[in-house]
């Protein structure tokens, strides 16, 4: 089992939509939370941090779960510059050991 | 500020051959690391630095090597050069505190062993 899973998808959502994303994390040891965007051919940049408290950054709401180890992205208001791939990220407690989900692939349409 | 810079950006090597990827950071960031990533699967630590000095071993470090001798830069060698590290290459860094503050990665240096 790896140690943070995500739905690969593809989402499909016409312009307009809300869609989320879930990703569980196995480490209870886990500290740190994020969210990163990917898009095609291009390197990972950084969407936003997420807080056990929940965040908002305009149209992008993280979630995290700590008693069922998951976070969760929701985008309101699809655009069509959406359309990338989105990282769920994980830090352990303690070290420098970062974990990465494969990625949930996002395609908004017109 | 150019951030993270990589080189190359794309590399053809036979098997056996070796070479170096370069990684200069110019935001004076303390942590940095070395990752591939592979169709299907996350970004796979191969090894990392909290400081000019002092390197360790991610998840996947075996047929590389690393050494930081700058806070700015951090080279990754490959060694004896296989079709198994055919991969996209992405070298990232972070402000003290490590990963726990995000990462800014380079734009990554796509290999080919062939």
């Known amino acids: 089992r790896k140690e943070v899973e995500q739905d690969p998808g593809p989402f499909n959502v016409p312009e307009g939509a809300t869609v989320a994303f879930n990703c569980t994390y196995s480490?209870?040891?886990?500290?740190?939370f994020f969210w990163y965007r990917q898009d095609c051919r291009k390197e990972p940049k950084l969407l936003m941090s997420v807080y056990s408290s929940g965040n908002e950054d305009g149209r992008f709401t993280a979630q995290l779960n700590r008693a069922s180890q998951y976070i969760s992205l929701l985008i309101r208001d699809s655009k069509l510059s959406d359309s990338a791939t989105y990282l769920c990220v994980v830090n352990r407690t303690g070290g420098f050991k970062t974990i990465f989900g494969a990625g949930t692939r996002l395609f908004v349409k017109a | 500020n150019a951030g993270v810079t990589q080189t190359p950006k794309f590399q053809v090597l036979k098997t056996g051959q070796s070479m170096t990827l370069q990684c200069a950071q110019d935001?004076?960031?303390?942590?940095m690391s070395w990752y591939r990533q592979d169709p299907g699967m996350g970004l796979r630590l191969i090894h990392y630095?909290?400081?000019?000095?002092?390197?360790d071993q991610g998840e996947v470090p075996n047929g590389y090597n690393v050494s930081r001798s700058t806070t700015e830069d951090f080279p990754l060698r490959l060694l004896s050069a296989a079709p198994s590290q055919t991969s996209v290459y992405f070298c990232?860094?972070?402000?003290?505190?490590?990963?726990?503050?995000?990462?800014?990665f380079g734009s990554g240096t796509r290999l080919t062993v062939v």
């Open positions: 990232a860094s972070s402000p003290t505190g490590g990963p726990r503050n995000g990462y800014t």
């Open positions: 935001m004076n960031h303390e942590y």
């Open positions: 480490n209870s040891a886990s500290q740190s």
């Open positions: 630095s909290v400081g000019a000095g002092i390197t």
